[in-house]
């Protein structure tokens, strides 16, 4: 079963916009990151947060981390048309739990 | 190109017939991991290997499915007696995760489509 939620399921936005996607879980993690995918295609990802980080920034992307919330955003600033995919937040468990558990993921269109 | 290759991209069975898959991971990463994925969800962890050890196998795996990783290398995912439930993109990703680093992050590759008709 998926780990948990993200909302909202789709978001459309204007380029030049900022775009915010959020995602909630429900067990003790050790990471949360985040994967973004093309239509039909594979995952690729976008950033990682340690469970004892509470923001992190790379490039365009910024995500927070809330673990007495068990939630997590993620910012894309200054959206472009290419950043048009789903984006998906995944929880990488505690020691002995090694799988990633991924969210139901937001579909983001960036209209040009 | 170095990234995980999977094949077929594309594989379209009848009910009942056996199928199998292949996934090449990165050639220095040591994890391998099997997701099945199905249309507007996100991806649902299938098993994982560390070399050619098989470490966690999810409940989604009934008896039909096998999995295996015989020299730490490529990989195969096995259905047998296919059904239509089993209709869903199949994703392999690696990492080097257990060769003492602290790294997280996985690398997939494209995918196979499966339609069970």
């Known amino acids: 079963s998926q780990q948990g939620e993200e909302d ?37 990802h976008q950033i990682l947060i340690r469970s004892n980080e509470r923001e992190k920034h790379s490039g365009r992307l910024r995500v927070t981390l809330d673990t007495s919330k068990k939630s997590s955003s993620l910012l894309i600033t200054a959206s472009r048309a290419a950043d048009t995919a789903s984006y998906f937040c995944a929880t990488h468990g505690v020691f002995g739990n090694e799988k990633l558990t991924f969210g139901t993921g937001t579909r983001l269109t960036i209209i040009p | 190109d170095t990234g995980v290759s999977q094949n077929p991209r594309h594989k379209i069975t009848k009910r009942g017939q056996n199928v199998t898959f292949r996934c090449d991971p990165i050639s ?54 296919t059904e239509q439930g089993d209709s869903a993109m199949y994703l392999c990703a690696s990492s080097p995760r257990g060769q003492g680093l602290a790294t997280y992050e996985q690398y997939f590759g494209p995918g196979t489509r499966l339609t069970v008709t």
């Open chain 2, 28 to 81: 220095e990463h040591n994890r391998l991991y099997w997701y099945r994925q199905t249309l507007g969800q996100g991806p649902e962890f299938l098993t994982y290997f560390q070399n050619e050890a098989q470490l966690e196998k999810s409940r989604l795996l009934s008896d039909r499915f096998s999995a295996e990783r015989p020299k730490g290398s490529f990989s195969t995912l096995e259905i047998q007696r």
């Open chain 1, 8 to 44: 909202p399921q789709a978001l459309s936005i204007q380029e030049g916009e900022n775009a915010t996607m959020n995602c909630s879980y429900k067990t003790s993690i050790n990471n949360l990151q985040w994967y973004r995918q093309n239509s039909g295609r594979g995952l690729v």
